[in-house]
Nanobody, 128 residues
Framework: QLQASGGGSVQPGGSLRLSCEVS????????ISWFRQAPGREREGLSC????????YYADSVRGRFTISRDSAKNTVYLQMNSLKPEDTAVYYC???????????????????????WGQGTLVTVSS
């Protein structure tokens, strides 16, 4: 089970930290990723982290502003979001899949069809 939290309303330029707490899985050799979906738009893969080698990936739309990290003791993955823009407004989801093949590395991208376990979304609204 994945539990996403931390969404809310923030002004442009502000920050939020999303959390994804994973229960029922031992996160060895898993990839945990963040996606978002804005109204009327397709779901977008934003970032991933591999628990086996620590590799990360960021989509161009968030690179340099968002940071993914993991607290293995808490079985939780975070998405620190800085310099938020109105176009970041969306429902944010976390998801995970066992990494039988490398799935998370720079340049590859994050694809929702590859993920088996999903959390409920958390809404982020960026508005003045």
């Amino acid at each position: 089970q994945l539990q996403a939290s931390g969404g809310g309303s923030v002004q442009p330029g502000g920050s939020l930290r999303l959390s994804c707490e994973v229960s029922g899985l031992t996160l060895d050799y898993y990839v945990i990723s963040w996606f978002r979906q804005a109204p009327g738009r397709e779901r977008e893969g934003l970032s991933c982290i591999s628990t086996s080698d620590g590799n990360t990936y960021y989509a161009d739309s968030v690179r340099g502003r968002f940071t993914i990290s993991r607290d293995s003791a808490k079985n939780t993955v975070y998405l620190q979001m800085n310099s938020l823009k109105p176009e970041d407004t969306a429902v944010y989801y976390c998801a995970t899949v066992r990494e039988s093949l490398p799935l998370c590395y720079d340049g590859r991208g994050v694809y929702d069809y590859e993920y088996h376990y999903w959390g409920q979304g958390t809404l982020v609204t960026v508005s003045s």
